[in-house]
C-alpha cells in the first residue's frame, strides 16, 4: 500500500444522517469515544500504536450498523438471510453528521489507485496480523495490518476528519470512520433522544 499517497487524496464533505447500534444501557453515553484507544480495529492498532488515537464507527443504515456490533449475523445476500442475535436487546442511534474533510476509500478510480490498494485488501483479515507468531503453523505476515497502518497515517495527516471505507460486513455499503480530535471547529456528530422524563437531551462530538 503507498502511504506517501494519503497527503494527495482529496477531501470530501458528509453532511448526512449516519447510524450506531448500541445497548440500551448506553444511550446517554452513545457518542462516548474517549475508550476507543484501547481496542484494536480494522483501522486503529490499539494501545501499542506509536500515536495512539480514538476513532468513532457509524455505518450507512440500520441494518449494517446491526451487523457491525453483532446484533445481526448473516448476510441478507445469501440463503437463510439474517439471524438476529439473541444475546441482548439493541437501539438504532441516527446520527447528524457535518464533516468538511473525508477521504473516501471507496473510491477505485481515486484512493485505491492511488494508494496501491484494492477492496479485497480494504475488508480482509485484520486479526490475524495479532494472532500469527513463531508458535503458529502460519506465521506471517504479522504485526500492523496494512489498513491499521492507513488508519495511523490518515489520523497523523491532520488532513481528514474521517473516512468512508468499505464494510467487511456487507461489501457494498460503507462505514464512517471519524478522528474525534481532527474535527473542524464546524464538524459534529450530532443525536437527539427523549429521555425516562420526557426530556429532550442532544449528545454531540465534540
Not at 27 to 45: C, D, I, M, Q, V
Not at 98 to 123: F, I
Request: charged share 15%; glycine share 8%.
Amino acid at each position: 500500500m503507498n502511504l506517501a499517497a494519503v497527503a494527495g487524496l482529496p477531501a470530501i464533505p458528509v453532511t448526512s444522517v449516519w447510524y450506531r447500534a448500541i445497548k440500551p444501557g448506553h444511550l446517554a453515553n452513545a457518542l462516548k469515544y474517549s475508550h476507543t484507544h484501547l481496542f484494536p480495529s480494522r483501522y486503529y492498532e490499539g494501545p501499542t500504536a506509536a500515536t495512539p488515537f480514538n476513532i468513532f464507527y457509524l455505518a450507512e443504515n440500520p441494518l449494517l450498523a446491526q451487523l457491525e456490533v453483532g446484533a445481526m449475523f448473516g448476510s441478507p445476500s445469501e440463503p437463510g438471510g439474517l439471524i438476529a442475535n439473541p444475546a441482548g436487546s439493541w437501539l438504532i442511534l441516527n446520527a447528524e453528521v457535518r464533516l468538511t474533510r473525508v477521504a473516501d476509500l471507496t473510491d477505485v478510480r481515486g484512493s485505491h489507485e492511488a494508494l496501491s490498494t484494492t477492496a479485497q485488501e480494504l475488508t480482509g483479515d485484520w486479526r490475524g496480523y495479532r494472532q500469527r507468531s513463531a508458535q503458529t503453523s502460519v506465521s506471517s505476515p504479522c504485526g500492523v495490518s496494512p489498513t491499521q497502518e492507513l488508519g495511523a497515517v490518515l489520523f497523523s495527516s491532520g488532513l481528514f476528519e474521517g473516512f468512508l471505507a468499505i464494510s467487511a460486513k456487507l461489501p457494498y455499503q460503507r462505514i464512517l470512520g471519524i478522528f474525534p480530535r481532527n474535527l473542524s471547529e464546524a464538524g459534529f456528530v450530532r443525536y437527539r433522544y427523549e429521555d425516562a422524563a420526557g426530556q429532550m437531551q442532544i449528545h454531540e462530538i465534540p
